[in-house]
T-cell receptor, first 112, second 115 residues
Framework: LAKTTQPISMDSYEGQEVNITCSHN???????ITWYQQFPSQGPRFIIQ???TKVTNEVASLFIPADRKSSTLSLPRVSLSDTAVYYC?????????????FGSGTRLQVQP | DAGITQSPRHKVTETGTPVTLRCHQT?????MYWYRQDPGHGLRLIHY???????DKGEVSDGYSVSRSKTEDFLLTLESATSSQTSVYFC??????????????FGSGTRLTVV
């Protein structure tokens, strides 16, 4: 599995856009990029997944440059409830047999 | 999350005793996983299952065993609990064979304290 590097923590204010970048220099051709969100005392929750270019859903956008060596999770107009830990994972698309490996994630703190 | 339940939610046990945690799903997903989460380590995979009676070890499997006799239940057993196994345990399910980008669904966790 490709190793990922992301900031340990970030701070923001309500209403701002937050961009969390993840580096994955040794990403393989078959690897997808997946982001999870974890609130205190809860299990992680799937946010978004992509392979290349841009993916957008109701929660976030995921930007992946052409070389795929990094990716950026974008959270528009964050609120206090977006305070959580965000994990970037890289691996083959949910093969089941090769379970995902979670790093330490990025702890996002949103201030009023 | 709907469809996946962990029990118990909290447990305190004594060193040396066996402990079994249960993960129950109603989604009929093929794959199930047990993770532990400790401060500074993120989530680490203990064991996983890719079908009834088919399991495999993760990165931190020592001291743990699992069983899956039915699709819906995945049991994690600490054979002789130690203080180092104090942690929050999460179960997850996935269904890659069904396609789509749904990722893993995690349970709410079991907080285990070994005293």
């Amino acid at each position: 599995l490709a190793k990922t590097t992301q900031p340990i923590s970030m701070d923001s204010y309500e209403g701002q856009e937050v961009n969390i970048t993840c580096s994955h220099n040794n990403i393989a051709t078959n690897d997808y990029i997946t982001w999870y969100q974890q609130f205190p005392s809860q299990g992680p929750r799937f946010i978004i997944q992509g392979y290349k270019t841009k993916v957008t859903n109701e929660v976030a956008s995921l930007f992946i440059p052409a070389d795929r060596k990094s990716s950026t999770l974008s959270l528009p107009r964050v609120s206090l409830s977006d305070t959580a830990v965000y994990y970037c994972l890289v691996g083959e698309e949910d093969t089941g047999r090769r379970a995902l490996t979670f790093g330490s994630g990025t702890r996002l703190q949103v201030q009023p | 999350d709907a469809g996946i339940t962990q029990s118990p939610r909290h447990k305190v046990t004594e060193t040396g005793t066996p402990v079994t945690l249960r993960c129950h799903q109603t989604e009929n997903h093929r794959y199930m996983y047990w993770y532990r989460q400790d401060p500074g380590h993120g989530l680490r995979l203990i064991h996983y299952s890719y079908g009834v009676k088919d399991t495999d070890k993760g990165e931190v499997s020592d001291g743990y065993s699992v069983s899956r006799s039915k699709t819906e239940d995945f049991l994690l057993t600490l054979e002789s609990a130690t203080s180092s196994q104090t942690s929050v345990y999460f179960c997850a399910i996935s269904a890659p064979e069904k396609g789509g980008n749904y990722g893993y669904t995690f349970g709410s966790g079991t907080r285990l304290t070994v005293v």
